[in-house]
């Protein structure tokens, strides 16, 4: 009788299980990132400074340095010669000076300036959008009050017949602000500093999402949290609209089945793309499927 060759064969191993996707990682920021605007202001501020070869004199205050100096020729020149005094070259120096002192709201518009006042608007715009949520009917309503309040201003003045440019020239010629290429530099390698910081800190707190579990790495030695992903219920708010324009970011409201409290991710960079990666990731539910054989070896 011949032998059965299947009865002699070792039994196959089973074949390996291959992990198919490796996950959502959701990272969280602090609010300073916002404040990148400004770091690109920083460098263009300071490259203009450079091109300018770093020029914070005062036009109004050089000027009157001028007019004083030629003030004192002409007194030295007066004590000199009194009858020559006001046909000297002295005198028509002065003249010159005086005619050369521009108004003072062309002040306000030198290269060095409008540099130190196009910075400073960066950086207020940034800190209102860091200090403020704005949601969407927030900001049409904002903007439509600033409108109404232009149009409403303008109309006075045209009623009344008063000259408003002139106001506002008076105003921006009393407003001087400058500082050297160094300063931006400056501001620019802190604030560079500051994001590369952030950047290597953020493996010390964030969030993996598997098809079977949620895993919250935490820690400096990275301390390890788990949660199940049945019935997970995922939304996506937006509390900021200048936050979302400025690097999609939102929201993310993780509510897990077993747990009292909902998981709160702020300030999760394009929130979008991460949205759509939960879908696909969550449609699906990893599932393996064991042997008898398999389970009966140690």
């Not at 959502?24 to 602090?30: D, G, K, Q």
């Not at 009344?160 to 105003?171: H, I, P, Q, S, T």
């Not at 509510?255 to 999760?268: C, F, G, P, Q, Y």
């Amino acid at each position: 009788m011949a032998s059965d060759p299947k009865m002699g064969a070792p039994p196959e191993s089973p074949p390996s299980v291959k992990h198919r996707d490796k996950g959502v990682r959701i990272f969280t920021y602090p609010k300073v990132i916002f404040i990148f605007p400004t770091l690109i202001a920083a460098l263009i501020c300071g490259l203009g400074m450079s091109l300018i070869r770093d020029n914070t004199v005062d036009p109004l205050k050089g000027r009157a340095k001028m007019a004083a100096g030629a003030e004192s020729d002409k007194n030295q020149a007066a004590e000199a010669a009194p009858a020559a005094a006001n046909t000297g070259p002295a005198a028509r120096n002065e003249e010159r000076a005086a005619e050369a002192v521009p108004p003072r709201h062309r002040r306000f518009t030198t290269p060095q300036n409008l540099l130190g006042v196009l910075f400073l608007s960066v950086f207020a715009f940034n800190l209102l959008v860091m200090a403020i949520d704005f949601p969407r009917f927030t900001v049409v309503a904002i903007l439509l009050l600033a409108g109404f309040g232009v149009f409403f201003i303008l109309w006075i003045g045209a009623y009344f017949d008063v000259e408003l440019m002139n106001y506002a020239r008076g105003l921006m010629g009393s407003i001087y602000v400058v500082a050297n290429a160094e300063f931006y530099y400056m501001m620019a390698l802190i604030l560079a500093m500051i994001f590369l910081i952030i950047y290597v800190t953020r493996f010390l707190d964030y969030w993996e999402i598997l098809p079977n579990e949620i895993l919250h790495h935490h820690g400096p030695l990275s301390d390890l949290e788990r949660f199940p992903t049945m019935n997970l219920k995922l939304d996506k708010e937006i509390p900021d609209v200048l936050e979302f324009l400025f690097l999609g970011a939102g929201r993310l409201v993780l509510h897990v089945s077993e747990e009292r409290k909902a998981i709160v991710l702020d300030n999760v960079l394009f929130i979008n793309a991460k949205e759509e990666a939960l879908k696909t990731l969550m449609s699906r539910l990893e599932v393996r499927v064991t042997t008898d054989q398999e389970v009966a070896e140690p």
